[in-house]
């Protein structure tokens, strides 16, 4: 295999803000009465903000909420994600991903964020991991999420590579149905790695070397 580019989901791939996210939505639910758990948490993951809202609302049993209401609820929601992501520093990201990354950029290989998170820069930025990119593709760009293949489509075209080029990197397994309906290969890690739509599974990080030899 001779493939040019990778393109990395960031949470539960490069970072693991997941525990950051429970945190934050769990709050917000303790405050309405709502009940919320890990297991409701993971159904969350790869899964955009406001989509997030609406499994969460699932337990909710008073009045139906409206878009304002809902909206000052995300809003509540993020506030508390991002001081619990300002304490993040680069020590949040392991040496494997780290050289991992250098090694692909060395072997000539282009490097792109896929995130539904528009938080996705704040992270790279606490990590010092932003120039560790060529291009970003995350919430702020797309208006369709996981599965829907537009975030991937958008990191192809700003890395300028056809979709038969580019290698998809992604934990959730809307992330592996979104790389597939964008025509892309797609490896699947961490609780993707039990996902049969998966091209490719591996168990750790540098894995990836094999595919750019
Ligand atoms: P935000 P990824 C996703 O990131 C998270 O997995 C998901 O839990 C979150 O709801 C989503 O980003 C939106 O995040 O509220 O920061 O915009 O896995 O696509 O990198
Ligand atoms: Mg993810």
Not at 111 to 133: M, P, R
Request: charged letters at 30%; one cysteine or more; a negative charge.
């Amino acid at each position: 295999m001779n493939m040019k580019a990778f393109i990395f989901d960031l949470d539960g791939v490069i970072v693991f803000t997941d525990k950051f996210h429970y945190q934050a939505w769990k709050k917000m639910a303790d405050g309405m009465g709502i009940y919320f758990d890990e297991k409701i948490n993971n159904r969350l993951r790869g899964v955009s903000r406001a989509e997030s809202l609406e499994i969460i609302l699932e337990r909710y049993e008073g009045e139906p909420l409206s878009a304002e209401r809902k909206a000052e609820l995300m809003e509540e929601k993020n506030n508390t994600y991002r001081k619990l992501l300002s304490t993040m520093t680069p020590a949040d990201v392991t040496d494997e991903v780290r050289n991992t990354l250098k090694e692909l950029h060395e072997r000539g290989c282009k490097l792109a964020i896929g995130s539904s998170s528009k938080n996705a820069k704040f992270i790279l930025e606490k990590v010092e991991l932003l120039d560790a990119f060529d291009a970003i593709s995350d919430g702020n760009n797309i208006t369709h999420s996981k599965p829907d293949p537009e975030v991937f489509s958008k990191a192809g075209e700003f890395l300028g590579e056809k979709p038969d080029n580019c290698i998809v990197v992604e934990d959730a397994y809307a992330g592996i149905d979104a790389a597939k309906a964008a025509g892309m290969t797609a490896v699947g890690i961490g609780d993707a790695s039990g996902y049969d739509k998966a091209d490719v599974k591996i168990q750790t990080f540098s894995e990836l070397l094999k595919l750019a030899e």
